[in-house]
């Protein structure tokens, strides 16, 4: 009865079959170089789910980069559609200003919260006031044109277009548009 559960399985003929079956394997033994020649190694550093300071102030920094770069360019673009847009509009209204030096009848009319004045003669004053002429802003100056350019101009650039008056509007006062102060 001395004998131990082991040796009694191993009488039996189990101990054989489960070693046999479950042989564990050992590992590998590194094999140390010589005392002399060793050189110390470094445990290897566990991975980091999260980066660590520096790269996310490098990632903070080239983010900020990359955004100040995208809106730079996109200035430089709206500026250059601009300034090509401001070309069209020179080159569209070259030929076809109405304006006179003779011209003695100043149109006042509301324009950037200030209220504007183009000169004209007493008939650019009527079809000015008819419809049939219409105020263009170009490099500050106000340009008297025909009601076709202004609308060309309004194509080209919205805000040139200052002054168009529409001969089938109501009035909103009292007070005639031809009316001279």
Not at 19 to 27: I, S, T
Not at 28 to 44: E, G, N, V, Y
Not at 99 to 110: G, V, Y
Not at 131 to 154: C, H, S
């Amino acid at each position: 009865m001395a004998d131990s559960l082991r040796d009694q399985l191993l009488k039996s003929g189990l101990v054989q079959k489960l070693k046999a079956e479950a042989k564990p394997e050992r590992p590998a033994q590194k094999k140390l170089p010589p005392p002399h020649q060793s050189k110390p190694q470094r445990a290897p550093q566990p991975e980091r789910s999260e980066p660590d300071l520096a790269s996310a102030y490098a990632q903070r920094a080239r983010q900020e980069r990359e955004e100040r770069e995208r809106a730079q360019r996109e200035a430089e673009r709206i500026a250059r559609e601009k300034k090509e847009r401001k070309q069209k509009l020179q080159t569209l209204l070259e030929s076809k200003a109405l304006n006179t030096a003779d011209a003695d009848k100043p149109r006042h009319f509301p324009h950037g919260n200030k209220i504007r004045r183009v000169y004209c003669t007493q008939d650019q004053l009527a079809q000015l006031n008819r419809g049939e002429l219409a105020v263009v802003q170009l490099a500050g100056r106000y340009i008297l044109v025909t009601r076709d350019v202004a609308m060309q101009a309004q194509a080209i650039q919205a805000e040139a277009l200052v002054l168009l008056c529409d001969p089938n509007a109501p009035a909103d006062d009292d007070v005639p548009a031809d009316l001279m102060w």
